[in-house]
């Protein structure tokens, strides 16, 4: 997912007109609680395209509509409101209405699984219905829900065994650099003790390079 990404970018820094993009990766865990939450992942895809360059020119109708709730806020001295999932949903849809876009979404598995069929739904009106070409690209587990959602859209199937050996060099890698570096243990580091902290390592990460680099 990470090369692809590059790939979009380095695509926009040569071709800044083409597709909006916004990239959200959700997670489950307890210090960043938003990634797993649906509307607060709206308002990020939302808010990214909506930005048309790094300098930050935010498109018309949505700083029209902040305006709006800042006006009334300071009316009766309150925060703005946020904006609801609906609010988001419309607000992105009038964008692609204008421009193409293409929204990445790594690991949805993380993302609240008794909420995630309404981003899922979103994300499938946004491809349906925009006047512009929408792409989506997600990654995710094959939790059951996913699975049945998207069987009938272009899938690549990557298992653990497709990539284990790359993420066994890495971990070996990342281990014999924390010996040198004396941050485990203090480098003493028998070899017995180095074989099964690897063995497991390699066993528990099963394929996967986030859960390796933690």
Known sequence: MAALIQEVLDGKSKRPATSSFAYLYCSKDSAETHRADPEEIMRALLKQLSCFDAAQLFHRAVLREYEKRRRDADEDGSDPLKLSFGDCKDAILELTSQSPAIIMIDALDE????????????????????????????????????????????????????????????????????????????????????????????????????????
């Open 111 to 214: 993302c609240d699984p008794k909420r995630r069929h309404e981003l899922l739904q979103a994300l499938s009106i946004f491809v349906q219905t925009s006047s512009n070409l929408v792409k989506v690209i997600i990654s995710s587990r094959d939790d059951g829900d996913i699975v049945c959602r998207l069987n009938s859209v272009p899938n690549v199937s990557i298992r653990s065994s497709d990539n284990g050996h790359d993420v066994d060099r890495f971990i070996d890698q990342e281990l014999e650099e924390a010996i040198d570096d004396q941050r485990l243990l203090t480098g003493l580091v028998p070899e017995s003790l180095k074989k099964q902290i690897l063995l497991a390592l390699q066993t528990r990460a099963d394929g996967m390079f986030l859960w390796a680099r933690l």
